[in-house]
């Protein structure tokens, strides 16, 4: 089913320390531009700093923490987009194939600017900035 998804090349998505490195590379091999923040000596980065990498990369921001979300709303930032998985547990090829799920349904969003909620039975999708 995942191979059967559009999803954009251009797409680049920056995973904090807690999503496995492996999907990094799984990402990778799905042709997706994926660096984890363990790879570039990020990982103990405060959020903030994570952001500001992201913004400056035009990359995509995944992450099991709520304060991204929270420091875009603080911020009144329109990027970059941040993308919560809120689901517990998920191996490596799990994230891989969520992901790439939500970069296909998500893709428009994704680019104008957004912070979305990935939870076991739906994505929320709300623009930036937060107000």
Request: charged share 25%; hydrophobic share 50%; proline share 4%.
């Amino acid at each position: 089913m995942i191979e059967s998804l559009s999803y954009p090349k251009a797409m680049k998505l920056l995973l904090d320390q807690g999503l496995p490195l492996s999907t990094a590379a799984l990402l990778r091999d799905a042709g997706i531009d994926t660096i984890h923040v363990g790879a570039i000596e990020m990982s103990e980065a405060e959020d903030a700093e994570i952001i500001q990498r992201a913004r400056k990369e035009g990359r995509v921001v995944a992450t099991l923490d709520a304060d991204f979300h929270a420091l875009l709303a603080l911020g009144g930032a329109v990027s970059p987009s941040v993308i919560r998985i809120r689901i517990e547990r998920l191996r490596a090829q799990a994230f891989t194939d969520l992901l790439l799920v939500v970069i296909a349904e998500c893709e428009d969003d994704l680019e104008q600017g957004s912070a979305i909620t990935v939870e076991p039975s739906r994505i929320r999708i709300r623009r930036l900035p937060l107000l």
